[in-house]
Structures are given as structure tokens and as C-alpha cells.
């Protein structure tokens, strides 16, 4: 009986982007487990703004430890899709959904970690001893209700992110270039990454997909790297 996790087709060098260089393989493993350990020490703050504030004060470094590494992770997706990208040829089927999904995936992502870089720095530093109550919460209430002027650093770019590692995994399971149980643990990952978002220990568990996925592109993309080198 064939297993049909296997592959229809294998690649045996990369086509389209030649890589060669490491750092693009760190970012594809990396990546993922930056951002799932920085969504996994998120203080959990409570819905109102009051008690959202007091949190944010007693767990101000914390807070932006959290939003430090998840930003990371999510900057280091961008060449990590680049990596990912050299697994599919031009030729391959839904070469581009890959594309496209890779590009909304890359925007999201880059715009999530400046939102968290950018709300991280500007909560820890309202939040400060040095800094009156009151005029700390007007700043936090401030970055909260910037309307469509802080569109690219608002949660929107939470659901383009999002939007964009499904078109990406489905894009990679029409096309077959890989294991298919990479593109699967994508979309699960995803599912659960965003569902659980900040919930501790249970983020940390539902990140694992999304890490193993990329730790298996990462090794495929290194083999395929090696052999195009030599």
C-alpha cells in the first residue's frame, strides 16, 4: 500500500531561487519558534481596559519580552519564505497560489512584528514608574484607537498573516513538491496558533505544528541546497 503522506514528485535541486546561504535556513527554523515562544509568555490580561492597564503595569517586562520575541519570529518568516519558495518550482502546480500566499504572508507577518516591536516599546515605556497614571493610560488608550492610521499596526494584520500561511499551505499541497504532511501541520498550526494565542503552556503545545512543518521544509531546503552546491 503506498502512504499518501508520500510525495507524487521529488525535486531533486531547487529551481527558481538557488540558496546558499545560512542565514535564510535559520530564518526557516528560527522563525517559528521565536514567534511560538513569544505568543507563549504573553501575560494573560484581562478584556477591560482598566484591568488590561493594571496588568500591563505589573507585567511590563514581561509583556514586552513577549512582544520582543514574537516580533522576531515574525520578521524572520520573511526569508524564511524565500526558503520556502525554492521548494516549488515555476512549473509546479499552484506555483502560483505559492506566490501569492507566500507575498500576503510576507506582508502580514512583516507588519505584525512591527506592530508588536512598536506597541511592545511604547506600552513598557508608558507603563514606567516614572510616568504619572494617568497620563500612561491616555498613552496606551491613545496607540488603542489610532482608527485606519495605524492600519499596517493594527490586529488586522493578525488575519492577513493568518490568511496568508493558509494560501501558502495549500498552495504547497496542490503543488506536491514536498511530504504533504509539511503543508498539513502549516494549516493546523495556523488554526491553532491563532486560536490560542497567549494561553501559556497551551500555545506552546499548539505552536508545535507550525514548528515542525518548518523545521521539515528547513531540513528539505538544506539537503536541496547542499546538492545544488556541489
Partial sequence: MSDTLAPVRT?????????????????????????????TILPSLPDNFAGAYEGMVEHRDALLASRLLTAVGAFLFVPAIVGIWSLVPRT??????????????????WCNGLSEAVLGYATHAA?????ELESGKSVVF?????????????????????????LLAIGLLIARTIALW???????GALLSFTFAGMGLLALVT??????????????????TKAVSK
Fill in 182 to 188: 509539511m503543508p498539513l501541520l502549516m494549516i493546523l
Fill in 92 to 109: 509546479a502546480r499552484a506555483s502560483w497560489l505559492c506566490l501569492v500566499g507566500g507575498i500576503v504572508f510576507a506582508v502580514g507577518t
Fill in 142 to 166: 491613545a496607540l488603542d484607537s489610532l482608527g485606519a492610521v495605524a492600519l499596517p499596526i493594527s490586529y488586522f494584520v493578525v488575519i492577513v498573516f493568518g490568511v496568508g500561511v493558509l
Fill in 11 to 39: 525535486i531533486t535541486s531547487p529551481v527558481g531561487f538557488r540558496l546558499r546561504k545560512s542565514w535564510i535556513l535559520f530564518a526557516i527554523f528560527a522563525a517559528p519558534v521565536f514567534f511560538t515562544v513569544g505568543q
Fill in 207 to 224: 505552536g508545535l505544528p507550525i514548528i515542525a512543518a518548518f523545521w521539515g521544509m528547513g531540513v528539505l531546503t538544506a539537503r536541496r
Fill in 127 to 131: 507603563t514606567s514608574p516614572d510616568v
